[in-house]
């Protein structure tokens, strides 16, 4: 089954100067498998497009079928279910709670989903296994390198064992040899069967993908 | 990488709501403490309040009702505890002792005097006559007997001291002027009357001290002392008339005292006769209203002060973190618990706030009060501020719905975040 289709996106953000068409038009669909980098340049609506095909924004225009239901005809609660069950993101700023540790950031989402405890510890130890941080499970953000957090990220973002990840610029706040380190992991997410759409400025991230779409303007483009 | 011990080796914890705001509340522990100090510092104001409210009257009411007696009957115009004679007072009180609803009966009269002893100045004095020779209501002894004590003097004012012992009155002194004029159980004081509005060439008369005694409406810079009506009538030359200040009487149990009071007022229909019970709640509406509304405007206020300072702390804490709440929206965590473990930051802060309010409020009660009781001519017995678990209850309520009101815009920010252009600003900024 499509994981996520987009059908004629268009999302216009009122502003007071006048409206400004962030995405036009853009169609894309998402099968399990899938990965997926979209690039081009800032503000030319890539992050846009990911907030709606992750149910976190709805269109001026088109839509988004999710699993093969029409988002916008979802509530508000049927969306964020949608997103703790079915969508894992990550963020370009990591967004960790900072007063929780590592493991408690990637127990959160799958409390929230109502997993069992026993379920929940078992997950979190194979996915800090899985990022390589099992010794730094009970290090706050504020103890952990950029790096250490973004692999943190992506562990919470895969908690719940999603049908799609969505990245938005992943790598932006790391270096070069880090960035090599987080796109690795995407890699192996992506071995594992999960179906990736990033966005990035980082061409050699973007290199790794099956699927490299560019954006312009709002529109997207192969 | 070789897997650490870790911690996590029972069952997985949950991260509750609560869990999630004690967590922040010590992340950004600052602000938590600067929160918590400030809602103990306005909670303790409200606390204050809260005993100002009514502790006059819970006060006063202790006062007369730790009195032997349940009923007052005074003159016949003005307040109850004003001093309006009661004429044909002896024959009243007989009439009223033969009354089957009223178990005892006393009468008061009351003079100012001062003390004439050999040595030292004149100290001025209320001296109390009575009929009710233990003192029910009027002194709580500390030291030698009631006016029963002695036998009862009948002569008239001594000349010097040529006044026969076994004549001297009795006379039950306050310990405050004990400890003045160095006075204990069966020492001699000499007093002499002063009549008020009058002339008074009154010579002064020797009492024995029969025992010394707290007297809860004695003021802190005025003394008090009792002695018979005996006594009274003779340190006024022996020439008194029938009055009554005021008369005291106890309903027969189990007759409730509004019956007695019915039973008296048929009696003299002259005569404002109060239970206990009508004598506060008259105080309550007329005497002590001012401190209700004064006390109802200040908790409001501090009450206003604690809602702006917790909603300001919160909002300012949302805001700071609005990325982080975002982010957790869009990773699927509902509003609700976001929402909660808002509610729950505020709840702890004003919580912790309140809980630390209450000992510094009563420290900050105990000053104030024995400030206010430095006014003049305050019965010594008489608070304003005064503990009752009603002010608890309502210091609890008022900080829980302080919680619950700052929490509000914190929470409605929350719940209305919108995710996809919060996200994009936190990335530009």
């Known amino acids: 089954m499509t994981i996520v289709e987009a059908r004629r996106l268009t999302r216009v953000f009122p502003m007071q100067a006048g409206p400004v068409t962030a995405v036009r038009e853009a169609s894309l669909r998402i099968e399990p498998g899938d990965y997926v980098a979209i690039g081009g340049p800032s503000g030319c609506g890539k992050s846009t497009l990911l907030h709606l095909l992750g149910c976190v924004d709805t269109p001026t225009m088109g839509s988004v079928w999710f699993e093969g239901r029409d988002v916008s005809a979802l509530g508000d609660t049927e969306r964020a279910r949608i997103r703790l069950r079915r969508i894992g993101f990550v963020f370009q700023r990591f967004f960790l709670l900072p007063m929780l540790t590592a493991w408690e950031n990637i127990e959160l989402p799958q409390s929230e989903a109502g997993v069992p405890a026993a379920e929940r510890k078992a997950r979190t130890k194979s996915l800090l296994e899985f990022v390589e941080l099992s010794a730094r499970a009970d290090h706050l953000p504020s103890q952990l390198s950029g790096g250490e957090m973004q692999r943190v990220a992506v562990a919470r973002a895969l908690a719940n064992r999603p049908a799609l990840l969505l990245a938005d610029e992943p790598t932006g706040e790391l270096d070069e040899d880090t960035g090599e380190h987080i796109a690795a992991l995407f890699d192996r997410v992506h071995a594992e069967g999960t179906a990736i759409v990033l966005v990035t400025h980082n061409a050699a991230l973007a290199a790794r993908a099956r699927t490299r779409l560019a954006m312009r303007s709002g529109t997207l483009s192969t | ?98 009354l089957p609803q009223v178990a005892s009966v006393a009468m008061l009269r009351s003079e100012p005097a001062t003390t004439a002893q050999p040595s030292g100045p004149p100290t001025g004095l209320e001296l109390i006559g009575t009929t009710d020779v233990d003192g029910d209501g009027i002194w709580n002894s500390i030291e030698g007997t009631g006016l029963a004590g002695l036998k009862t ?217 024995r400030i206010l009781r430095r006014m003049p001519n305050l019965p010594e017995g008489l608070h304003f501020f005064v503990f009752e678990p009603r002010a608890l209850v309502l210091h609890g309520s008022l900080l829980v719905a302080t919680a619950a009101v700052a929490a509000l815009y914190p929470v409605w920010l929350v719940a209305t975040l919108p995710i996809a252009q919060t996200l994009r600003q936190e990335v530009v900024s």
């Open chain 2, 153 to 369: 003097g009948t002569a008239g004012p001594a000349r010097g001291s040529s006044q026969d012992d076994s004549m001297m009155p009795p006379a039950v002194i306050s310990k405050s002027l004990a400890s003045r004029l160095g006075l204990k159980a069966d020492s001699t004081i000499r007093l002499r009357v002063r009549l008020a509005d009058r002339m008074s060439a009154l010579p002064a008369m020797t009492f024995r001290v029969v025992g010394v005694a707290d007297f809860p409406f004695e003021a802190h810079d005025a003394y008090m002392v009792a002695t018979t009506m005996d006594g009274f009538r003779a340190v006024h030359g022996g020439v008194l008339g029938d009055q009554a200040d005021m008369i005291l009487a106890s309903a027969a149990s189990p007759i409730p005292p509004e019956a007695a009071v019915a039973a008296i007022s048929a009696l003299r229909p002259d005569l404002r006769v109060f239970s206990n019970d009508q004598v506060i709640e008259t105080f309550n509406r007329n005497n002590f209203a001012y401190f209700r509304q004064m006390s109802i405007v200040l908790s409001s206020t501090t009450a206003v002060f604690s809602f702006l300072l917790v909603a300001t702390l919160l909002t300012v804490s949302v805001n700071q973190r609005l990325g982080e709440v975002a982010a957790l929206r869009a990773l699927g965590i509902r509003r609700r618990r976001i929402a909660a473990t808002l509610v729950w930051e505020a709840a702890l802060l004003v919580g912790l706030g309140g809980v630390l309010a209450l000992p510094a409020g009563q420290l900050l009660a105990e000053v104030l009060d």
């Open chain 2, 1 to 98: 990488m070789a897997a650490a011990p870790s911690r996590h080796d029972g069952a997985g914890e949950t991260v509750t709501a609560l869990g999630l705001a004690w967590r922040t509340a010590r992340r950004y522990r600052a602000r938590a403490v600067l929160a918590i100090i400030g809602v103990a510092v306005i909670g303790a104001l409200n606390f204050d309040m809260l005993l100002l409210s009514r502790g006059l009257l819970l006060s006063f009411a202790g006062l007369i009702n730790s009195a032997g007696y349940n009923i007052r009957i005074v003159g016949s115009a003005g307040l109850s505890l004003a001093r309006l004679p009661v004429e044909d007072a002896g024959k009243l009180l007989e009439q009223i002792r033969g």
